[in-house]
């Protein structure tokens, strides 16, 4: 039959409020954290990356928190625009098992949606 | 600003047929991937090259794929004999570096949509 794609997460937010979008990571060896937007019809776009090392790291009106006791990631973004409407995925970073850093896996993404 | 670019942005073929997506990666970047997204799910790793062969692949990445940098400039992966639920976006990216001092960073083309019919 027919395959049914993953029901995405939606976020709902007013303009102007900010958003906290999470997600679980599944590899406790991953060392390497990425958040991606991506517009609808359009490729994943770098929006701010964290190293395990870390538990918080800011850019411009995004900030990314790690909490690798639970595998836990999550992405606030401050004063929430309608351009920011799309969906975000975490993508964990972690060796291959060519034992470089190539092998990035993504999680199922939110769909932020703000609201005028 | 730099951009990875692909074509076809749209493809329909046949069931059975051979397909070709073409991408030229960042000129500077070393690192090359092939990433698919079926309509609705999440991102899905495919393989990754570097050095001219391929360095990572996904069990989704069987017989009937392959990945080639013909001329220094284009990176395609090939399908040889497409199925209908190889209907997806593919995504191409690059990265310019690896290794313990790499920022992940992946660049991404916009796609190119195969529709199997």
């Known amino acids: 039959g027919e395959s049914v794609g993953l029901h995405l997460p939606t976020l709902s937010v007013q303009e102007g409020d900010n958003s906290i979008i999470n997600c679980a990571y599944s590899n406790s060896a991953s060392d390497y954290f990425i958040w991606y937007k991506q517009e609808s019809g359009k490729g994943p776009q770098f929006i701010i990356d964290i190293r395990s090392n870390m538990d918080k790291r800011q850019g411009q009106r995004v900030t990314v928190l790690l909490n690798k006791t639970v595998k836990h990631l999550s992405l606030q973004i401050a004063a929430t625009q309608p351009g920011d409407s799309a969906v975000y995925f975490c993508a964990e970073i972690h060796r291959g098992e060519s034992g470089g850093y190539q092998k990035v896996t993504f999680g199922i993404g939110t769909k932020l949606q703000v609201i005028p | 600003e730099p951009e990875v670019t692909q074509t076809p942005s749209h493809q329909v073929t046949q069931m059975g047929q051979e397909v070709i997506l073409r991408c030229v990666p960042i000129s500077n970047h070393l690192y090359f991937y092939w990433y698919r997204q079926i309509l609705g799910q999440k991102v899905e790793f495919l393989v990754s090259f570097y050095n001219n062969e391929i360095s990572e692949k996904s069990e989704i990445f069987d017989d009937q794929f392959s990945v080639e940098r013909p001329d220094g400039s284009n990176f395609t992966l090939k399908i040889r004999s497409t199925k209908l639920e190889d209907s997806a976006m593919y995504f191409c990216?690059?990265?310019?570096?690896?290794?313990?001092?790499?920022?992940?960073?992946?660049?991404f083309g916009e796609g190119s949509r195969l529709t199997v019919l």
């Open positions: 990216a690059s990265k310019r570096s690896g290794g313990a001092a790499n920022t992940g960073e992946l660049f």
